[in-house]
């Protein structure tokens, strides 16, 4: 008997919906182990290379598929990323800001994963890719309340071939080299995927092996280019390329880790006193060369010398020891009902002069935007008392006639803040931090991995000064010099070249990144509008789901 009711499907057909099910569930465990070879490329794993496995990962499980398939499947590397590597954000506060976090910045991956998605089907679709990765850390960065940048693909590269690309176009466009060479791998593969199925058709698996051929070059030529760009770059040396300053740096140390930092407070800044006037005891002993300024980390005083004359009268006492001004962090009253993040030059005649208030104080940390509203998710928010103030001014200040320019801890993160320091004539940076408050995790190596990169790009030697550590000096080529341990104190002395050039990433500012993101929003709308118009009544083009990228091969997911 013939079977003619059109709702008894062939026997061969009946696995379909299993065999669509079993795809995605490949496509989903490709993305997550690319967010898992993404958290092992940075500081605590320091596996450098498998940064690229991101975007290659994903640009292949995105393949084809539609669009909110792609949101599903960024949304699920977002995750095996941000979860692990930001642990620390939950050390002390418990699990429910350590996961929203994580959550919050995953969702722009997500947003990520839908474009893939839609750009998948365009001719050298693998450098529209690339251009997205960094147009989704751009807006990452940037907002909402000033953006989180943490764990971009460039701070994944403090060394290694991808490292000297922060000196021509800064962070972005080490990220995009990460990228690139993510994409081009996964070409290159899908190329050699084609090859294998047409082996039955010399001539095309011949077609589909060039491809991959030159694909594979391309993908080695990357990482190539950024090992020759180091060349003409400044060396490892933090004495040559300008006049020397000798520059102290000194690690206190905090009585214990944890959120009670600021009640320990008295305690961090003798604690910083003494390790300043031991060290001023080995300069009388001819052990150390006499340094001609002297940098302290944030927090270093958390009760207002301004306000306090015992305060400020063991700061005078530090200065006068080492006869060299301190740069001290310091949270100061005021303006009104706020508080300030502030660096302070404390000369050893004069006293407080020059000061550098953090122009990005950290949200939900630093100040509370909607506090009822925030307060109703964690009552943690109430932690902190009194509201920072955002400075107004770039952090550059003169320290014995050498312009330092200061950042202040997760500053380290926003390109602009530092950038504004070097056009503002900064001969040396300076990154004052306090990590007390994230334990033996990898925040602190996260955050020093930032500094090296930022030495890179500006041509210039950094100096990190934490409370608990790790303080650094980091030599022009990103090169660790000396560096300390965690909560030990620490001091130790460098000459450090004063330098005055400026790098193609300073110059160029944010121009790169900004070309980037709009090559890769490009592709997208170019997508978009080819979509729009094949609905358009009259269209002769067979309508298509936009998100398929014009893949309607059978068992697309």
């Given at each position: ?81 941000f ?30 994963g ?11 679709w ?29 701070f994944?590269q ?9 000196a021509?176009?800064g ?71 300008g ?97 300030s ?41 109430d ?36 950038r ?33 990169l ?38 130790f ?48 083009s ?13 068992g697309?997911?």
């Amino acid at each position: 008997m013939t079977v003619t009711d059109p709702a008894v499907r062939p026997a061969d057909d009946a696995p379909a919906p299993r065999r669509r099910g079993a795809r995605l569930l490949a496509r989903t465990l490709l993305a997550a182990a690319g967010g898992i070879s993404m958290y092992l490329a940075f500081p605590g794993w320091d596996l450098a290379a498998l940064a690229v496995l991101g975007p290659a990962t994903l640009s292949v499980a995105t393949r084809g598929v539609r669009f909110r398939t792609g949101l599903w499947l960024g949304l699920v590397q977002g995750l095996c990323f941000f979860v692990p590597l930001l642990s620390w954000t939950g050390i002390y506060v418990g699990s429910f800001p350590w996961y929203a976090l994580s959550v919050a910045e995953s969702l722009y991956v997500a947003v990520l994963g839908g474009a893939l998605a839609l750009t998948a089907r365009l001719p050298a679709w693998w450098l529209w890719a690339a251009a997205l990765w960094v147009g989704q850390e751009a807006l990452r960065g940037r907002w909402p309340l000033g953006g989180f940048p943490w764990g971009r693909l460039g701070f994944s590269q403090a060394e290694g071939p991808f490292t000297a690309f922060a000196a021509y176009g800064g962070v972005p466009l080490v990220s995009f080299a990460v990228a690139l060479t993510g994409t081009l791998l996964a070409a290159a593969g899908l190329a050699l995927v084609r090859a294998w199925r047409d082996s039955d058709d010399a001539a095309r698996r011949a077609g589909s092996l060039r491809a991959a051929a030159v694909l594979v070059v391309a993908t080695l030529a990357v990482p190539v280019v950024g090992t020759v760009a180091r060349w003409p770059l400044a060396g490892g040396s933090l004495t040559e390329g300008g006049p020397t300053r000798t520059v102290a740096v000194v690690q206190g140390n905090v009585p214990r880790a944890g959120l009670d930092f600021n009640e320990q407070r008295r305690a961090v800044l003798d604690n910083h006193v003494a390790e300043t006037t031991a060290l001023a005891r080995q300069v009388d002993r001819g052990e150390v060369a006499q340094p001609d300024l002297v940098i302290w980390p944030e927090n270093s005083s958390d009760i207002d010398p301004y306000l306090n004359a015992d305060a400020a009268a063991a700061i005078d006492r530090a200065a006068r020891a080492i006869d060299a001004p301190i740069l001290v962090g310091a949270v100061v009253s005021g303006p009104g009902r706020f508080i300030s993040n502030t660096a302070i030059v404390w000369d050893p005649q004069t006293g407080p002069g020059e000061t550098y208030t953090k122009r990005h104080p950290v949200p939900l940390a630093e100040y509370v935007p909607a506090r009822s509203f925030f307060r109703f998710f964690s009552d943690k928010v109430d932690l902190v008392r009194r509201d920072f103030l955002a400075g107004t001014e770039v952090g550059t200040l003169d320290m014995a006639g050498t312009t330092v320019g200061d950042v202040i801890c997760f500053e380290v993160a926003y390109d602009g803040l530092v950038r504004d320091t070097v056009e503002g004539g900064a001969t040396m940076l300076v990154v004052q931090t306090n990590n007390a408050t994230f334990g033996f995790s990898d925040e602190s190596p996260q955050q020093l991995a930032m500094g090296r990169l930022r030495a890179v790009e500006a041509g210039r030697s950094v100096v990190m000064a934490s409370t608990s550590g790790i303080s650094a000096i980091i030599a022009p080529d990103g090169s660790l010099v000396r560096s300390s341990g965690l909560f030990t104190p620490a001091a130790f002395v460098e000459d450090i070249a004063q330098r005055d050039g400026t790098t193609p990433a300073t110059r160029l500012g944010a121009w790169p990144e900004a070309a980037l993101t709009a090559l890769g929003l490009g592709a997208v709308l170019l997508v978009v509008v080819a979509g729009v118009r094949r609905r358009r009544p009259g269209s002769t083009s067979a309508p298509s789901d936009v998100g398929g990228a014009g893949d309607t091969r059978r068992g697309r997911a």
